[in-house]
């Protein structure tokens, strides 16, 4: 087993080198592929030279790239029926919503498949889905849905926000005997960062402190993070930044330990309001430390319906590192803030 | 059908068992199940036995099948043990899936049995999966996807069988026709012609899915043509289902009604057995006494096996 020799605890040491988290998703792949014959990757265009926005481009391997028609159902079932042979797939979509033409295969099917059979079978498996956003993508381009897979027993999800990130969670999800939900955000696609050359994995389910503070915990994953960290480091604000980096398994003990401290608590979930992340974080540190909250807890995110198209709308729609930073003040200020999510409903 | 007179003694017998181990077991749980000792929906194949069988008999272990919901057949016709069967159907920890599968979920990694599905359809795609990832690393063993003549209205079956065509995979569909989707007959939850559908992407063709000995030689075209490299194979075996969609009653459709001298595979591979000379009357009454005996050694088993400890699923 190639991957038993990577230590999950293992940090690989920053070296200055600087690469794109679209250049970090692309180097853990191909190394990936190098060092486990059984990985390869599937997907509509994974094959193109376009290289899925660049993410797959001239890999070692190419004859482990296999590109596929539009039938999103069957070839996730397919997938599956590899890594049952003893195959680790990488099934790639070019947009998160693509994932939903397979919600039988991965709900029923993925992420059953262990449970079923009381895992005498391992399904290693990785879905990676790219978030959009703008440009007038509209509803059925945007989604993120990170809150929605995270529900369903037997899916690992994993949102990266850093180019370090990107690569070890990758390396790490391709690694797992487990399926991993690997959400990625092509707004982050262009974002530098350090990156070592070595191969590393980082653990799932470990939350990573973005930035230190006193005030506020802030908890926010994926693009919500960068904006987060760009809000408070340009206002300066006392925040305590918490990136759970995977949002199943979630890593709820620091998130809590760092609630006790600060008795605040903003969740920025960049997905749908109802049921989702936010609300099962806000749940948890409710239930868990309850007597440590200041402050009633708040969530910001999408309103509670699809994304618009026109510019205009968009920029309503969409949560801005400087509206994230009025929040985060007011409440650093004691306020009560009670974000309004029915306003935010389309009036029936 | 000439290959029908050629068959060997040792095939026509194994072909026999199988089909009376999945026939008497069927009845056995029948009989049982309005006790209750089985809390799990059982879709029997009383009536279907010869597809399992006839195509069954040319799969080897590494094969890899991928079944639907009406798992029993097969899954014994591939190997599965009948006690793994017997005890998962009870719930005991001792069953192939240890409590956690029930009747449609099966699981026997030793027999090429990587699990099932109950939801119709959708492991059409991961034998098609299977041939994948047997043509990636150069293997020889064949991914196969069983499934009934419902499934083929569903876009996960058009969607399979173009893909395993592009990549001219080793995959060998079996579609067991039994002329019912739930209680809706063929003619009304299909407009298409199931044989004439498939061969627009691979070789197909249609059997008498209650000739055993007719499965059991186009079966071995089949296989023979994807074992040597000639891509995905389709096998249409039209059969009938004796009994109700799910549980332990027989099909009360008059349209539906069983001849059992035009319909049951195994009194016809008996009387040919007798007639050719390959078996006599009295090894045919020996044979069905020794399967009720290793059904009677299952159900002992299973009853007195452990249920799996509830906590393992406590909050």
Known sequence: MPWSKFDSTYSAPLTGRQISYCAALREGLDQAMGLDPRVFAIGLDADDKFGVFGSMSNLTHPERVLGTPISENAMTGVALGAALSGLRPVHVHLRVDFMLVAMDQIVNYVAKWEDMFDRQVRVPMVIRGIVGRGWGCGAQHSQTLHGWFAQIPGLKVVTPSTPYDAKGLLLASIADDSPVVFLEHRWLYKNMGDVPAEIYTLPLGKAHRLHQGDRLTVVANSLAAMHALTAIEQHGLDVDLIDPRTIKPLDIDTIVDSVRHTGRLLVVDYDFPFGGFASEVVAQVTERAFTSLRLPPQRLGFPDRGMPSSGVLERAYYQTPERLAAVMQRMIAGESVHADHQALVVPS | ?315
């Not at chain 2, 991914?143 to 395993?164: I, Q």
Request: with cysteine; glycine share 8%.
């Open chain 2, 1 to 315: 059908m000439p290959r029908n007179k050629t068959i060997q003694r040792d095939a026509a017998m194994w072909l026999l068992r199988t089909m009376r181990t999945i026939r008497q077991t069927s009845e056995r749980i029948a009989a049982l199940y309005p006790t209750n000792v089985m809390e799990t929906p059982v879709h029997l194949c009383i009536g279907q036995e010869a597809v399992a069988a006839g195509v069954c008999r040319h799969l080897t272990d590494a094969d890899k099948l991928f079944l639907g919901h009406r798992t029993h057949g097969p899954a014994l016709a591939k190997g599965l043990p009948l006690r793994s069967l017997m005890a998962e159907l009870y719930g005991r920890t001792t069953g192939c899936s240890h409590g956690y599968g029930g009747s449609m979920h099966l699981l026997d990694l030793a027999h090429g049995l990587p699990g099932s599905s109950a939801i119709v359809g959708g492991s059409i795609a991961l034998g098609v999966g299977a041939g994948l990832a047997a043509k990636m690393t150069a293997q020889n063993f064949l991914g196969v996807s069983w499934f009934g003549d419902a499934a083929t209205n569903a876009g996960v079956f058009y969607e399979s069988l173009n893909f395993a065509t592009l990549q001219k995979l080793p995959v060998l569909f079996v579609c067991e026709d039994n002329g019912y989707s739930n209680v809706m007959p063929r003619a009304a939850h299909s407009a298409h012609d199931i044989q004439s559908l498939a061969a627009q992407f691979m070789p197909a063709c249609t059997v008498d899915g209650t000739d055993v000995l007719a499965v059991y030689a186009a079966a071995q075209d089949a296989v023979d043509a994807i074992r040597t490299g000639g891509g995905p194979q389709f096998l249409h075996c039209r059969t009938k289902r004796w009994m109700k969609h799910q549980g332990h009653e027989r099909c009360d459709l008059p349209e539906n009604a069983v001849d059992v001298a035009r319909d049951c595979p195994i009194h016809k591979l008996e009387a040919f057995l007798r007639d050719s000379g390959l078996a006599s009357a009295a090894e045919l009454v020996a044979l069905a006494r020794q399967i009720e005996g290793s059904i009677d050694d299952a159900i002992r088993f299973a009853e007195s096996s452990p249920f799996p400890s509830p906590h393992l699923v406590e909050v």
